[in-house]
């Protein structure tokens, strides 16, 4: 199973709506990563986590909160989001941030705020 | 800073043609090299280069890195439209303020029939 799930696929929300994004992989990954994609951009790093803990935070403002419950969920936490939000967040896991192994993606949940 | 370019950013071409992308790489601790193919949504794996000179091959796609200079292709023979697309290049490297990945802007490929 080489498979990240997102949930959900599509999601519009109000500016004062709080909404949260899912990821789950059963790869055995330690390291687990939002990226978030607007048009015709390459993906750009939010979070990092690495057994569980967060690695990296991309100055990504508040209004965006990750969890990781355990190694094989990864949420993201959306509260007061503006219009310019609106993206594709991609949802990424590899074995562990030291080691040559690739990055797997999610299909990506395409957010809209309205 | 660390940095990935790719080139073209663009090119159409027709089917059975043979396209050549180019990723070229400055990166602070260089572990790997990635290749992705995005079509509607989520970046798709191709290749994963690690060692200079060796070939890896997939069908129609293969590509190489050169770790002197500091640079990376993708060729597609023959090509279809279904290869039509945006091909993403992303350095990995030892950690860094990026993370893993550090992505190049693609180029968008476009297979006419």
């Known amino acids: 199973d080489t498979e990240v799930t997102q949930t959900p696929k599509h999601l519009v929300m109000g500016m004062t709506n709080k909404k949260s994004l899912k990821c789950e992989q059963h790869m055995g990954h330690r390291a687990m990563y939002w990226y978030k994609q607007k048009a015709k951009k390459p993906p750009e790093l939010m979070f990092v986590?690495?057994?569980?803990?967060?690695?990296i935070n991309e100055s990504v403002p508040s209004r965006f909160s990750p969890e990781c419950p355990n190694s094989s969920l990864l949420n993201l936490h959306l509260h007061a989001l503006q219009p310019e939000d609106s993206a594709l967040y991609l949802c990424?896991?590899?074995?562990?941030?030291?080691?040559?192994?690739?990055?797997?993606f999610g299909q990506g949940t395409r957010l809209t705020v309205v | 800073e660390d940095k990935v370019v790719q080139s073209p950013l663009s090119l159409v071409v027709h089917e059975g043609d043979t396209v050549t992308l180019n990723c070229s790489y400055e990166?602070?601790?260089?572990?790997?090299l990635l290749w992705y193919k995005q079509e509607k949504k989520a970046p798709t794996f191709l290749f994963m280069l690690?060692?200079?000179?060796i070939e890896k091959k997939s069908g129609r796609l293969s590509s190489i890195l050169d770790k002197k200079e500091l640079f990376s292709i993708l060729n597609i023979t023959a090509t279809q439209t279904g290869d039509s697309a945006i091909y993403l290049c992303?350095?990995?490297?030892?950690?860094?303020?990026?993370?893993?990945?550090?992505f190049g802007k693609g180029t968008k490929l476009s297979v006419k029939p």
């Open positions: 990166v602070t601790n260089f572990r790997s």
């Open positions: 690690t060692s200079s000179g």
């Open positions: 990424a896991s590899s074995q562990g941030l030291r080691g040559n192994t690739e990055a797997f």
């Open positions: 986590y690495s057994y569980e803990k967060l690695s």
């Open positions: 992303a350095a990995q490297n030892y950690g860094g303020s990026q993370g893993n990945l550090i």
